[in-house]
């Protein structure tokens, strides 16, 4: 009798985790944020830059894709109140020929801060001077103060944020009120200035070979789940999810990071993932194949075409978040969240897609 208790508490289970799970949206609904086909999209960059180093990436993998003309960096906000996570933006935004986007770092709160950014930024040339300068006169805004002001300076709906980090920033910004930046409250603005968040959070596993994932409790709500929770909750407009399994299994090329990397903005790449490497992976180093988690986040709003064979997306549905960061999907017709869905042929296409933009010169 105990046997047959625990196989139908099981199959309960298994009955309520499938029907948690997305299905997959119509074919060609994929999600093109641009406002005319040759747009560039207008982008925010919300990251915890200076943990792992896939944030780095992703940093690159924008500016690669700005210098294709495919997106416009209006601003950097940071949910790592280390200073030298805003200063390593600042001299990746400088190296990459753009010093003068603004940063917005949190001012204060918990962070396991990594130290390849300190390194990074440590490194001379032969004559003394720092290999990649901080530029001159750099000085981090609040960031709630920069996301209002970059959302009140913004047409109506042209705004994308790619978030990879907490919703510690985009919480705070729900929160706020009017003041003298707009009279509108950071929900109002919101609502009306952005046309999607793309989010690197959570563990939605729809390929039915990814089942071991569904449970994961996944970092980036783990950092600050009541953010997580509000964020999914009240964010009045569409959000699309990448889980953790999307990136953790479209990883990083060991041959790309030791060929490809020659260029002064694709170097610094290089280096702060050897910096990287040192302390957390240090018998593989330029080896170790890490995840893409974060650079999925920005490719997949970026890159929306059909016939580029990237992604798709699930079902719309509603997403939340329990106090132990366990990621739950209710689909709903009427929803405004959804899901990345890569499968194995996608998988390669956006491997190498997104490692070659961020190694180019």
């Known amino acids: ?39 560039p999209v207008q982008l925010i960059f919300d990251t915890d830059i200076g ?79 720092f290999e990649f300068p901080v530029p ?7 960031p709630v103060k920069l996301l209002r002001r970059t959302l009140a300076n913004a047409r109506d709906g042209e705004i994308v944020i790619a978030q990879v980090g907490s919703s510690t920033n985009l919480a705070a910004l729900l929160d706020s009120p009017g003041d003298e930046i707009s009279p509108l409250s950071g929900k109002e603005l919101a609502a009306k200035k952005v046309r999607l968040v793309s989010v690197m959070g959570g563990a939605f596993a729809i390929d039915p070979t990814a089942e071991n994932y569904r449970a994961h409790r996944e970092w980036n709500i783990r950092c600050d789940i009541p953010a997580a929770q509000k964020f999914a909750a009240e964010w009045p407009g569409e959000i699309v999810f990448t889980g953790y399994e ?17 260029s002064p903005r694709a170097k610094f790449l290089h280096d702060a993932f050897v910096h990287w490497a040192e302390k957390n992976a240090p018998t593989e180093g330029l080896n170790h194949e890490r995840p893409t988690w974060d650079l999925t986040a920005v490719f997949f709003v970026a890159r929306p075409e059909e016939g580029r064979g990237y992604y ?19 689909p709903d017709p009427n929803g405004k969240r959804r899901a990345f869905i890569v499968d194995e042929a996608a998988r390669v296409r956006v491997k190498e897609a997104t490692l070659n933009l961020c190694s180019e010169p």
């Open 51 to 129: 943990g792992d180093i896939d944030d780095a990436f992703a940093l690159g993998l924008i500016h690669s894709l700005c210098n294709r003309g495919v997106c416009e960096l209006l601003a950097v906000t940071i949910t790592n109140p280390d200073e030298n996570a805003g200063r390593f933006v600042a001299a990746c935004n400088a190296v990459n020929g753009r010093p003068d986007i603004p940063v917005g770092l949190l001012r204060e709160g918990d962070f396991d801060s990594d130290f390849y950014p300190s390194a990074t930024l440590a490194q001379k040339n032969e004559d003394g001077s």
């Open 136 to 142: 001159e006169g750099y000085e981090p805004e609040d």
């Open 246 to 262: 999307v990136g953790d299994r479209i990883r990083m090329s060991p041959t790309n990071l030791k060929r490809d990397y020659r």
């Open 1 to 39: 009798m105990k046997t047959n208790n625990v196989f139908t508490a099981f199959a309960a289970l298994a009955l309520f985790l499938v029907a948690l799970r997305p299905g997959l949206a119509a074919e060609g609904d994929l999600i093109d944020v641009r406002p005319t086909q040759d747009a």
């Open 312 to 330: 798709e997306v699930s079902e719309r549905g509603n997403v939340a978040f329990d106090d132990e960061a366990t990621t739950f999907f209710t």
